[in-house]
């Protein structure tokens, strides 16, 4: 299984950018997570399987959207209002099978298949 992202970039204080990851085939929720400089990885959103479920973290929960399309075999990030906090590297997963159609993990240790990550830089 491979996760492909992309839509990162840099752009300033306010503005907007929308992440993608191509994930053609994969029934399972799907996550994105950042790790910004010096720090851990961390949770950001999650959409569970047919789209039933989502959760944020705090830090952009209203700021921040995760949508898929499972015709077309995408899972996105729209990422409204960004902050100079919100640089990193942002990665999408595909998170272990899971019978429930509602299953929508926050924890890492959740995700089989992580994609190689794209740079996000948010300047003041």
């Known amino acids: 299984v491979q996760l492909q992202a992309s839509g990162g970039g840099l752009v300033q204080a306010g503005d907007s950018l929308r992440l993608s990851c191509s994930a053609f085939?994969?029934?399972?929720?799907m996550g994105w997570f950042r790790q910004a400089p010096g720090k851990e990885r961390e949770f950001v959103a999650v959409?569970?399987?047919?789209?039933?479920?989502?959760s944020y973290s705090d830090s952009v929960k209203g700021r921040f959207t995760i949508s898929r399309d499972d015709n077309k075999g995408t899972v996105s990030l729209q990422m409204n209002s960004l902050k100079p906090e919100d640089t990193a590297v942002y990665y999408c997963?595909?998170?272990?099978?899971?019978?429930?159609?509602?299953?929508?993990?926050?924890?890492?240790?959740?995700?089989?298949?992580w994609g190689q990550g794209t740079l996000v830089t948010v300047s003041s």
């Open positions: 959409i569970s399987r047919r789209g039933s479920s989502t």
């Open positions: 997963a595909a998170a272990f099978a899971h019978a429930r159609t509602f299953y929508a993990p926050v924890t890492e240790t959740s995700y089989a298949y």
């Open positions: 085939g994969l029934d399972r929720a």
